[in-house]
C-alpha cells in the first residue's frame, strides 16, 4: 500500500468552506490563494482541488473559474497538483481535454481533473443546458470521461454516444501524463458507484463515518474488480486542529453556533433532489443533518477535530480502510493549512513508517 497522500480544497469561491457567519481568516481572490497554494506546496500537501461553481448556491457571490485559476497557480508552484473540478453539460469535452493538456504542459505534468456531474439545477438551467435525471447525468460524465482518454491516447479520436460525439479528431500535444492523467470523480449513488468501477481512477468521498467510508470502498472495489480495474480512494474532512481537544470542539461549536441559516436551508433545499432522486436514495446528502451541511460536503462526519496527535491518529484509521487521499478544508486558511500540514502531515508519515516497521502496514 502505497504512503497516504494530502490535498487540500482551494477557496476559490467566496464565503469559505462553511456556511457561518463566524469571521474566517480566508481569502477567495486571486493573491489569497496564491499564498495557499505556495504555503501548501512547502507544508506537505500533494494536491489542490479547485471547486467549480458558477451560481451562488449557498451563499457564495463569487467563484474564480476552476482551471483558469489553476494555470495561475501552476505557474506559482513546482510541485502542488491541481485538480480542477469540471461540469459536463457546461464544457464539450474535446474542448476540455484540450484545456487540460495545456494545463499538463504548463505544470509539466500536474494536472488532474474531477468530473463533477452536478446537483444544482439552476446551474444549468440558468445557462439554457437541459437539466438531465440523475442517472443521465452520470451517462454524460461517463461518456465525457471516454472522450478525454480517447483524445489522450489515440492519434485520431473517434467516439459517439449519446451526448458527445467526436470524428478523427486530432489532438497535440498530448498531456504530458499522456492517459494517465488522473480523473476523479465522487458521488454516493450506485450510478455514482458504477461509473467510478468503469471509468475513473479516484473516486472522492464526502465526509463520513468510518463505517461509511468502509461501506463505499468495497462497493467500488468489487464493482472495479468485475471491470478488471482498480480504484483509488480520496476523503474528505474539514480539519480544526487545536492545542487542545477542547478547543478545537469550541471552534466547531462556535462555527455551528454562528451558522447562517437562510443560506443553509437555502443549500439544504437545493441538494434535496441530489439525495433523493437515486435509485438506491444513498445520492450526496440523503442522511445529512442540519449540522452536517453547516460544512457543505459533511466534512465534520470524517472526525478530524482534536490535536496533531488526535488528528493524525484518525487518518491512519482512514489509510487502514483503503484511503489513498486525505482531503482537508480549513476555517482560517491563513493559519490552518499550514498548522495542517507541517504538525499533522509530518505525523503521519511517522505513524506510517513506525507500522511498516511493525509489519502492521505494508
Known sequence: MSD???????????????????PQKTGWDFESNQRYAKTAEESNYDFALLQTRFFASYGAENQ???ITLASALAASTKKLKLISAVHP???????????????????NGRAAVNIVSGWFKQEFTGFGEPWLDHAERYKRSEEFIRVLRELWTKEQASFK???????????????????NLPIFQGGNSNDAKEMASRVSDY?????????GFKKQIDQVSELAAKEGREVKFAAHGFAIVRNTEEEARQQLQDIVHAADDDAVEG???AVKEAGQSTENKEGMWADS?????????????????GTPEQVADRIIELKRIGVSIVLTAHFHYE????????EVIPLVKEKEEKLKTEGVLT
Not at 454516444?161 to 492517459?179: L, R, T
Not at 443533518?289 to 477535530?305: M, R, W
Not at 493559519?335 to 500540514?341: A, M, N, P, T, Y
Open 4 to 22: 497516504l497522500q494530502f490535498a487540500y480544497w482551494v477557496p476559490n469561491v467566496s464565503g469559505g468552506l462553511v456556511v457561518s457567519k463566524l
Open 64 to 66: 474564480l473559474e476552476a
Open 89 to 107: 453539460g457546461l464544457w464539450h469535452p474535446a474542448v476540455y481535454a484540450k484545456m487540460l493538456s495545456t494545463l499538463d504542459q504548463i505544470s
Open 161 to 179: 454516444g449519446d451526448y458527445y460525439e467526436i470524428n478523427e479528431a486530432p489532438h497535440k500535444p498530448k498531456p504530458v501524463q499522456g492517459g
Open 203 to 211: 473516486y472522492f468521498m464526502n465526509g463520513n463515518t468510518l463505517e
Open 267 to 269: 443549500f439544504q433545499e
Open 289 to 305: 443533518s442540519y449540522e452536517d451541511l453547516v460544512q457543505y460536503n459533511d466534512g465534520f462526519k470524517t472526525g478530524l477535530i
Open 335 to 342: 493559519e490552518d493549512l499550514e498548522r495542517f500540514g507541517k
